[in-house]
Nanobody, 127 residues
Framework: QVQLVESGGGLVQPGGSLRLSCAAS????????MGWYRQAPGKERELVAS???????????NYADSVKGRFTISRDSAKNTVYLQMNSLKPEDTAVYYC?????????????????WGQGTQVTVSS
C-alpha cells in the first residue's frame, strides 16, 4: 500500500507563501498523475494542481483557475515527493490540503484518485 504524508502547512498572512510536501512510499509506478487537493470547511474537496508522472505526457502540469499564476506543483522523482509552492496566498485558500494519485488519459482527464486520503495539512491564510 502506498503511504502519503503531507506536510508544510501552517498559518500565513494574505500575500504570504508556503511550500507543501507530499512524501510517498511504496510503488506508484502504475499511476500516472499526482495531485494536490484541498477541502475548505463546508465545501467539497477540489483538485487544485496535478502533475503527470508517467506516460508520454510526463511532466505536464495543470492547475485550477483559482490558483493559476500563484501555485506551482513539482516533483522530485529521486525523493518520491511532490511539492506545492503556494505564493500570494489569499484567505480563500484556507483549507486542508491533501495529495493523492491516479490515472490520467492522454487528453488530460484525471480519473478519481485511488489512494487512501490521509490527514492532510492545514493551511490557514488570515491577518
Amino acid at each position: 500500500q502506498v503511504q502519503l504524508v503531507e506536510s508544510g502547512g501552517g498559518l500565513v498572512q494574505p500575500g504570504g507563501s508556503l511550500r507543501l510536501s507530499c512524501a510517498a512510499s511504496g510503488n506508484i509506478f502504475s499511476n500516472n498523475y499526482m495531485g494536490w487537493y484541498r477541502q475548505a470547511p463546508g465545501k467539497e474537496r477540489e483538485l487544485v494542481a496535478s502533475i503527470a508522472i508517467s506516460g508520454s505526457s510526463r511532466g505536464t502540469l495543470n492547475y485550477a483557475d483559482s490558483v493559476k499564476g500563484r501555485f506551482t506543483i513539482s516533483r522530485d522523482s529521486a525523493k518520491n515527493t511532490v511539492y506545492l509552492q503556494m505564493n500570494s496566498l489569499k484567505p480563500e485558500d484556507t483549507a486542508v490540503y491533501y495529495c493523492n494519485y491516479g490515472t490520467r488519459s492522454y487528453g488530460g482527464t484525471l480519473s478519481p484518485p485511488v489512494g487512501r486520503w490521509g490527514q492532510g495539512t492545514q493551511v490557514t491564510v488570515s491577518s
